[in-house]
């Protein structure tokens, strides 16, 4: 049997971004980045774990050790995000890391431990199958995208978009505006949003590969968008607009304008991220020609505190859509880092 040492990265970016480069199936979830960003916004560890045999690096696994005094305290790889997980080179370097990450749950006395894969694994847990992404190809250009792709409806909506004169701007100076937006759009839902610092470190950590959008109708914000490049993919991270601004369609010209940003920088692909089969986001995105990429997540012990913190978040988004504005956005980043959804 093959003897692996495991060793923690988590100040070692240089060593795991070099390390990650050699893993075609790394995803968003495993640039190192946001167990930075999820420290500052909300003090939670982490630990990059790189098994390691004959003295190279054979496997890599991100963990946050999310804690929570209302929802359950739980290790995730990676939380808030569709991916993440184990990266190996083989079986039975993928069954070490898990041994590792069952251990690191227990010595921390968490609750559970979710893995969030993009592809099958060979660990000895059923996964969750109930969450899927959608992907779309951006190969054929701008113009084939239009008309192959793009249901009439979601042309008829960008162009009706267009006609109503918003205007979409993009930069780092667009954050307060997306952020206004997506407190907004999150207690609609029944969601609290991230913290403000959550999305500003982002900006920071990720430089020029994130881009912050913004949609203006008469210098009046309307919506806001947040998109990540990485792995020759445009990453959708997060959109909203509040229902009061459904008439202009804003969601589906800053979902275009990314697209167009997107070809032109010669990205391959769009990940319009996370949904569930037969859903409105999934019949949303479906019309954008996307495909389903199924996600597999791996949660241990099985059938445990998983399953109940989704059953208390939908008790919890009731009473989180009556709230007063200003209590959303005060007691909001307070809880939100605590949801690893």
Known sequence: MNKFECINLSNDPSRWSEALSRFPDAGAGHLFSWGHIIWCAYGMENRYLAAIRKNKICGLLPLVEIKSRIFSSAFVSMPYLNDGGILSMDIETEQFLWGKACAEMRLSRSNYLELRHSSERSIKVSPRTDKISMVLDLSGGKGSV??????????????????LGVDIRKGSDCLPVFYDMHVRNMQELGSPAHSYRFFEEAVKSFGDDLLVYAAFVNNSPVGGKIVLYANDTVYFLWVSSPSVFRKYAAVSLLDWAAIEDAIEQGVKQCDFGRSTVGSTHYEFKKKWGAEIKQLYWHVYPEGNDSNRVSNTIQAFSYMWKKLPLFLVKWLGPRIRGGIPQ
């Open 146 to 163: 239009w008309m192959n792709k793009l249901h009439r409806n979601v042309r008829n909506k960008i162009r009706k978009s267009q006609k």
